[in-house]
């Protein structure tokens, strides 16, 4: 049974009101303990977010690390109704003379005059089917159905809903009264993309009279008897005969595409992308600054979780250093020469744009090598120097967050036991003000008592 406890009733003594006031002074080491605990577990946060900060730059460092970022090609066609060209890293500055004379096409077929939805084909021999041949699919369809034979339109779904097609779709052209004409076309264009179709048993299947509805290139309103025409032909550059089954075409120019869209003439330059590198190293500057706003905001006094943190300072000191040191191998040896310099009041990156077009114009080349040549490019060394920062235990910022961490754990410990002692304490006191509580009640008693007794004595005189 609980036992219940009210001190200071008998004595009006407030026992717990004293308690209270005690305890709050021997609880002023505990709460020490606990901001404490609460500023490590801050500065543990503040590092979290420090490392994803440095982290998010190493990864833009990373993608910026490379020549072919910065050796980017971009090609323009003189007619784009009749050619449209990209390039990428492999492509050499030039320009190509191009003549098309027939874009690839995919192959279509369709069968003879127009026939009843309700007309049947095959169903005379088990034999009777449909065998299909268009690109990397070989198929059957099976027209003999039980001897019930198939209409025009389940020829058409066994076609689209075979297992083995994936070359070739099928479709139905309605006409009036109903009248129907199955077309097939191949999904991919050009001749070994074609669509070959042979029959076989006795039935009536043949009667489809399938036939190429292509148009001879050559014989407008002719259908296309030579089906290599499927084939796209042109000529770069007086090389003439070329001939792809696509109208996408990557292996002919080096690190040039070319999308083929109609017959013509057209010239096709190759040219550096100025503009996509002035983008990536616009990216360069941004990035660097977003990363010393993070640090600036991270060791901000009185709001920064990392406020009068060494490391911050011993970070920006290395990346400062990397942007600093000379990069070899290249008549550009600093950031400066290319029109990116330092903000003494801020510390941040600013490109200034005129000075970066002018050696852009002139050396194009070396600017790709300072940024990111393979040795030692600016964007490398900092990806590198965010690497060992970010190294698990032995990185810096590993380093300072696991210390912390081990101080929170110790601080834990301490909090328990305080606590823990704390509450022993608190039962002490309680146990000693209600003997004194009860002592005091009494002595209460008992001058209560003589009082009435000598009150007595004096009214019986």
């Known amino acids: 049974m609980a036992t219940i406890s009210a001190p200071g009733i008998g004595s009006g003594l407030d026992v717990n009101a004293i308690v209270e006031a005690m305890m709050g002074v021997e609880r002023i080491p505990l709460l020490r303990l606990e901001e ?7 500065q543990i946060s503040g590092y979290g977010t420090l490392r994803s900060a440095v982290d998010s730059f ?23 109704a009749v050619t449209t060209a990209t390039a990428d890293s492999n492509a050499t500055a030039g320009s190509y003379q191009l003549t098309v004379d027939r874009l690839a096409e995919a192959h279509k077929m369709g069968s003879a005059g127009m026939v009843s939805a309700t007309a049947t084909f095959g169903g005379a021999d088990a034999a009777d089917a449909l065998d299909i041949t268009a690109g990397s699919s070989t198929f059957s369809i099976d027209t003999y159905n039980g001897g019930a034979g198939m209409t025009l339109a389940e020829i058409r779904d066994a076609i689209n809903s075979h297992a083995d097609n994936s070359s070739v779709s099928a479709t139905i052209i309605t006409g009036n009264n109903g009248d129907q004409q199955l077309s097939l076309t191949a999904k991919n264009s050009g001749f070994d993309e074609r669509v070959q179709v042979s029959y076989a048993g006795t039935g009536n299947t043949s009667t489809l009279g399938l036939s190429t ?18 084939d796209a032909l042109f000529s770069v550059d007086g090389v003439t005969g070329i001939t792809r089954a696509s109208n996408s075409i990557s292996d002919v120019i080096g690190g040039v595409s070319l999308e083929l869209t109609g017959v013509g003439s057209s010239r096709v330059d190759i040219a550096n992308d100025k503009d996509e590198v002035k983008k990536s190293v616009e990216g360069f500057v941004s990035s660097y600054n977003d990363l010393l706003t993070k640090i600036d905001q991270l060791g901000a006094v009185n709001t920064g979780k990392l406020a009068g943190d060494s490391s911050l300072r011993r970070i920006i000191s290395e990346f400062r250093n ?4 000379a990069v070899s191998g290249g008549s550009l040896t600093m950031l400066s020469e290319v029109g990116v310099t330092t903000n003494r009041d801020t510390g941040k990156l600013e490109l200034d744009e005129s000075d970066f077009d002018t050696v852009m114009a002139n050396n194009f080349a070396d600017v790709a090598h300072l940024f990111g040549n393979a040795t030692d490019g600016i964007a490398m060394r900092l990806a590198d120097s965010a690497d060992v920062m970010l190294q698990s235990s032995t990185g810096l910022i590993d380093i300072r967050s696991d210390g912390l961490k081990d101080s929170v754990k110790r601080l834990d410990n301490n909090i328990l036991r305080m606590e823990t002692l704390l509450e022993n304490r608190e039962n002490n006191y309680f146990k000693q003000y209600s003997t004194l509580d009860g002592l005091v009640s009494r002595m209460n008693s008992t001058g209560a008592y003589l009082v009435a007794q000598l009150s007595a004595m004096n009214n019986n005189q």
């Open 36 to 42: 404490r605990k609460q500023n490590y577990e801050d």
């Open 58 to 80: 190493k990864t833009a460092m990373d993608e910026l690390a490379s020549l072919d970022k910065f050796e980017t090609y971009k090609g323009t066609s003189s007619d784009d």
């Open 213 to 230: 509805l292509n148009d001879d290139p050559d014989l407008p309103g002719t259908a296309m008897a030579d089906l290599s025409k499927l």
């Open 322 to 325: 990397e942007i600093n040191t």
